[in-house]
């Protein structure tokens, strides 16, 4: 079945620190990538919608200049915290699907951020 | 608001025993839906996913779509104890991102 790895699984680091998370889809073209969060005991809740070659498309409340998101061929996105605070500890998951619109997404491993 | 409710649980049943997971969703545009499995601390891991109106089966798994009373189930059929985990209801508004429920979390009883 589709493949989609997710690195770092995760990450402590200190406040003020930027971070790199990388959504690899290893057996088919991601035309889509989806970021998620995820906090203890509650559901996923999207972050924003990143399709190939375009600028990510992020959901009301996400700051887009805090979560930057690239997504420069058909099998990478990324998504950089910049200057992370305690706050966005969360664990983050990605998503990936293709171009037929039938195809389910397919997560990645996830990556749990600490803030300290 | 488009929104798909979860009961939280736990839903406790016995090894053996059909576990029923509920789902209702409020935006009539969602044209497909999908269940997830989630273990503590990991990520999702799809189960099964239904667009037509009535039941699909998959082994142990049977989910049913009513558009009608947009309404959405899963039946795991002789559960297992490592079937406990936190099941995800999902829904595909058209713009292929999806919502989630909040999830409900099962315990199998051995």
């Not at chain 1, 498309?57 to 998504?79: C, M, R, W």
């Not at chain 2, 090894?15 to 969703?25: D, F, K, R, V």
Request: with cysteine; proline share 4%.
């Amino acid at each position: 079945g589709a493949v989609v790895s997710q690195h770092p699984s995760r990450v402590i680091c200190k406040s003020g620190t930027s971070v790199k998370i990388e959504c690899r889809s290893l057996d088919f073209q991601a035309t889509t990538m989806f970021w998620y969060r995820q906090f203890p005991k509650k559901s996923l809740m999207l972050m924003a919608t990143s399709n190939e070659g375009s600028k990510a498309t992020y959901e009301q409340g996400v700051e887009k200049d805090k979560f930057l998101i690239n997504h420069a061929s058909l099998t990478l996105s990324t998504l950089t915290v910049t200057s992370a605070h305690p706050e966005d500890s969360s664990f983050y998951i990605c998503s990936a699907t293709g171009a037929d619109s039938n195809q389910p997404q397919h997560f990645g491993d996830g990556t749990r951020l600490s803030i300290l | 608001q488009k929104e798909v409710e979860q009961n939280s649980g736990p839903l406790s049943v016995p090894e053996g025993a059909i576990a029923s997971l509920n789902c209702t969703y409020s935006d009539r545009g969602s044209q497909s839906f999908f269940w997830y499995r989630q273990y503590s601390g990991k990520s999702p891991e799809l189960i099964m996913f239904i667009y037509s109106n009535g039941d699909k089966e998959d082994g142990r798994f049977t989910a049913q779509l009513n558009k009608a009373s947009q309404y959405v189930s899963l039946l795991i059929r002789d559960s297992q104890p490592s079937d406990s985990a936190t099941y995800l209801c999902a829904a595909d508004t058209g713009r292929r991102a999806l919502t989630f429920g909040s999830g409900t979390r099962l315990q199998v009883q051995p």
